[in-house]
């Protein structure tokens, strides 16, 4: 009987956890894509990178919210099976409620390990190839370039300024200050050049700017400027890059190469820095991926409490509400602490302390509290 029992909890816990997960992760990436937008309509990437882009962003987002989605989906079971008067019948049968108490435990750490493997493994690779997409990835859109009345410097080393943008297609006076090499076939290497045209337009493959009535002033190396004046020139705009950051942050490097770092202290090692900031960003970072999932199976306990059948006739309508802005209030403070638990070797230390002691201390006080309700 108990096995089916523990079937049937566990069937109930995942398909809340699942559904929870599922919508929660599907309105966070909803609204983080739509903020990425600005990869097609501001930097001119594909739609397509785009999209892979988005996409990669998923592990990073469900691992954020697998905490919470335990919490909200521990507390509906418990509540759904007590309203329909099914924790009642368990107990009345015989069924110790300890034994719950050990499967919900167990069932959050089998998703603090799905939490440290998404965390230490998937979610670093997946953010990092995210990265490697925009870095190989193409400038497509350069009519993204030429905004009205806007000083466009998406391109690194590139000023574009559209004073009017017409209905057919056309531009009026334009200016263009390239601080280096960006346009090959215009400026000279290491030297500015700038450029004022009064029209202009693309070229259909959108990767050329046809510009008609205009001045190209070029700075020599003595210092002097040189003026060239025209009637139709063009430039070609294909292979320009964007300043989208493309070399891995900290939380899209391996966490073996994290770890690498701290230990070897390699400045050889890529994305490794000896700075005391950055050193401690790296503590920060490990501490995140192993330490915060630790606080699953403590807020797993806490719930627990929920399965008690004392019932204080001023609280008992609130119970749920009382366990679940605790164990918010412990979900948020994991998240507060480890900003400060790289700071020292003893801060580090507490950070993993804290959850560790906390659990037998949770479970005597609920093993109390089911030993007063004299259910065995």
């Not at 797993?300 to 006739?313: E, N, P």
């Amino acid at each position: 009987m108990n096995n089916r029992v523990y079937k049937y909890f566990f069937h109930e816990f995942l398909r809340y956890f699942v559904l929870v997960l599922f919508a929660a992760t599907a309105i966070i990436w909803t609204i983080q894509a739509v903020n990425f937008l600005d990869l097609v309509t501001e930097d001119g990437h594909a739609f397509r990178v785009y999209l892979y882009y988005s996409f990669l962003l998923l592990p990073k987002v469900i691992t954020k919210l697998i905490p919470f989605t335990f919490l909200i989906a521990s507390i509906i079971t418990i509540i759904k099976l007590e309203k329909d008067n099914e924790l009642i019948v368990l107990w009345t049968s015989g069924l110790n409620k300890i034994h719950i108490v050990y499967l919900i435990f167990r069932i959050s750490l089998i998703i603090t390990l799905i939490q440290v493997l998404l965390s230490c493994f998937v979610t670093p690779e997946t953010l990092k190839y995210s990265r490697s997409i925009i870095k190989n990835s193409q400038f497509q859109f350069a009519s993204s370039l030429l905004k009205e009345k806007q000083f466009n410097d998406t391109v690194e080393g590139l000023t574009i300024f559209v004073n009017q943008k017409n209905v057919d297609g056309t531009l009026s006076n334009i200016f263009i200050k390239d601080q280096g090499q960006t346009l090959t076939n215009i400026s000279s290497p290491n030297l500015s050049s700038t450029i004022f045209a009064k029209s202009g337009y693309m070229s259909g493959d959108e990767q050329s700017l046809i510009l008609h009535n205009g001045s190209i002033q070029k700075a020599s190396k003595d210092s002097k400027v040189n003026i060239i004046k025209f009637e139709k020139t063009i430039i070609n705009l294909s292979g320009l890059t964007t300043k989208t950051i493309t070399e891995p942050k900290i939380q899209e490097t391996s966490t073996v190469q994290v770890l690498r770092c701290l230990k070897e202290k390699n400045m050889r090692m890529q994305n490794c820095n000896l700075t005391s900031d950055y050193q401690k960003d790296l503590r920060i970072e490990i501490n995140k991926r192993f330490g915060m999932p630790i606080y699953i199976p403590l807020i797993s306990l806490i719930i627990c409490f929920l399965l008690s059948t004392r019932k204080d006739k001023k609280i008992s309508p609130y119970r749920k509400y009382i366990y679940f802005t605790v164990c918010f209030i412990v979900l948020t403070a994991s998240e507060i602490t480890v900003r400060y638990s790289g700071n020292s070797f003893n801060n580090n230390l507490l950070y993993y302390l804290i959850p560790i002691v906390l659990l037998p201390i949770t479970y005597f006080f609920l093993v109390r509290t089911f030993k007063y309700e004299n259910l065995n």
